[in-house]
């Protein structure tokens, strides 16, 4: 049994430059692992609470998690791939995904039932206006509203932020939009709340009252809300970006070691998904198989594009942490007349949407409030991941996406996808192109090598002079290799040379480099290995970038 083989086993690589020596089997019969192992039972996962201030305090000013630098993803599969798990499944380029598909998301049922409303908390978490009820047929959810004279804005982007995630691959809850009305409001007569006194007491009409003040009611006198369907399990709080969760057996790469996490540096860039922390997470113990598991959902990606739970982002939102000393030192001694990016900035209003733009934005220059610990781990093998998927989305999709917000200018729809369009274009030429850019490489058992570059296929870089292989014959229980060869070719498709049809292994590897392209480091191999098997050749192992 190998249940941690695909951590441990990645943790270290090296660059093939001609013969290597491994101390172990490299591929086993079973890789590349389509999911990832999670063969423990987590029933004893135990309820916490996280500490927001702690959260943010430590982030902010600390650096929590390893303090190593350059570390390969751990959890990705001998393709370099994340495979899927309680944490996140492939959709977008690992398959087709239709831009109607998308515009569904993790919508799996219908909205609330029609009826009454039975409110049976308040919200616990968060600064927008909500609570929790049932609905006339017992079942539970988390309502939030738009801020007060932002109508739309909040419940927007939460619509349409969900979607997007879902598409990418993070587990999602299931969101809808409602209109309430508060004559179908009851309270439960369990329903209780803790006031600023600090003396948890009976809810009263007048918390419910409250709580409606701060949400932007409609003309006709009803309220837009977002009834979000209680996550399945048993819920157990959410989880950090850094660390494991100490009583899951199953939780063994470090969370800032987890491509899935370092990918939201550019997945929040793109969106402006600002509000990361772990208060911002759910986790729950779902049984799956036979087998308690703790299932990850990122529970709040509402913060995005350019309004927030209480109406506009700030100016600097998405460009500097909540505290830059050096930023607030430099403005300090110029008298306030040193410039930030984002104070020259020009918006197009739209009021649902806010500050939300793609001309100035620059992808790696993107900040949250808080800095994470995965994303200061984030090498460029995981940008290159994460911007594949952002380019995978056309403009068909993104339009589709967001038009499920329930804008009622159309023009606001237009803006939002015109500027995520834009900032995906961004994403792209940023991230597809820092290294060399070959994908999804193939071998016949003719000995034709075929294979794609992902910055050309986008359109974000021109066609390299040349390609170059070198080839070698790769034995699987020494790691040693010898060399067979070397071809180039003008295009993405090249004959092995003639010592391949000679070649007695059973593993072959290619190093595959862009020569002549727009940058320099598309120079630098890729290496793709390949294992005979009886219908022909299958590629089982990919290394874009070594560790270290």
């Known amino acids: 049994m190998r249940t941690f083989r695909l951590c441990a086993a990645l943790i270290a690589a090296a660059v093939f430059t001609g013969a290597v020596s491994t101390a172990t089997i490299k591929f086993y019969d079973d890789d590349p692992l389509a999911r990832e192992p999670e063969t423990q039972d987590a029933s004893g996962v135990k309820d ?29 599969n001998t393709i370099d791939e994340v495979p899927d798990s309680s944490w996140f499944t492939n959709r977008i380029l690992a398959r087709a995904v239709s831009a109607e598909e998308a515009a569904r998301g993790p919508l799996a049922g219908s909205g609330p039932a029609p009826g009454a409303w039975t409110v049976v908390q308040p919200k616990r978490t968060g600064f ?40 990418l691959g993070y587990w999602q809850a299931e969101n809808y939009v409602a209109a309430i009305r508060p004559e179908n409001i009851v309270l439960a007569e369990t329903a209780t709340v803790r006031p600023p006194s600090g003396t948890r007491r009976k809810m009263k009409a007048g918390d419910l009252d409250d709580v409606l003040k701060r949400a932007h009611r409609s003309p006709d006198g009803s309220y837009r809300a977002i009834a979000s369907r209680a996550i399945p399990g048993r819920p157990v709080s959410g989880f950090f970006y850094y660390g494991t969760r100490s009583d899951d057996p199953n939780d063994v790469v470090p969370h800032e070691h987890r491509r899935e996490l370092r990918a939201l540096k550019v997945f929040g860039a793109w969106t402006n998904l ?43 939102e998405g460009w500097e942490y909540l505290f830059e000393g050096n930023q607030a030192l430099k403005r300090l001694v110029s008298f306030g007349f040193a410039l930030a990016p984002w104070q020259t900035v020009d918006y197009e209003k739209h009021e649902s949407i806010g500050r939300f733009e793609g001309e100035a934005f620059e992808p790696a220059r993107w900040k949250p409030r808080v800095p994470t610990a995965a994303f200061r781990q984030a090498r460029a093998d995981d940008g290159f991941w994460a911007g594949r998927r952002v380019m995978a989305f056309s403009d068909a999709m993104i339009r589709a996406v967001a038009a499920t917000g329930g804008y009622s200018d159309p023009a606001a729809a237009r803006h939002l996808a015109d500027v995520l369009i834009k900032r995906r274009d961004a994403i792209g030429r940023e991230y597809l192109t820092a290294i060399n850019p070959v994908t999804d490489a193939a071998l016949d058992n003719a000995g ?5 570059n ?34 180039t070719a ?30 320099p480091s598309w ?26």
Do not use: C
């Open 490 to 519: 003008g295009t993405a498709r090249m004959q092995a040379p003639a010592g391949f049809a000679g070649a007695s292994s059973n593993f072959i590897r290619v190093s595959l480099s862009a020569m002549g392209g727009p940058n």
């Open 448 to 452: 034709i090598l075929t294979f794609k």
């Open 128 to 167: 927008a206006p909500g609570f929790t009820m049932r609905d006339s047929q017992g079942e539970t959810w988390f309502v939030s509203f738009d801020a007060r004279g932002y109508p739309e804005a909040a419940t927007g982007a939460i619509l349409v932020a969900n979607k997007i995630f879902w598409t």
């Open 48 to 76: 916490r609470e996280i500490d927001l201030i702690f959260d943010l305090s430590s982030n902010l000013f600390g650096a929590p998690g390893d303090a190593t630098q350059n570390v390969r993803a751990r959890n990705i």
């Open 274 to 316: 600002v509000d990361m922390k772990a208060g911002n997470t759910f986790d729950t113990v779902i049984t799956e198989n036979g087998r308690n598991v703790v299932r990850h959902y990122l529970q709040d990606v509402g913060s995005t594009f350019g309004t927030g739970a209480n109406g506009l982002r700030e100016f600097d």
């Open 523 to 548: 120079e630098r191999p890729v290496q793709a290995y390949f294992r005979r098997q009886a219908g022909g050749w299958r590629l089982v192992g990919f290394e874009r970038l070594p560790e270290g």
């Open 454 to 487: 992902a910055a050309v296929d986008a359109g974000v870089a021109a066609t390299p002079a040349s390609y170059r292989a070198d080839w070698f014959a790769f034995d699987n229980a020494t790691g040693e290799s010898r060399p067979i060869g070397n071809t």
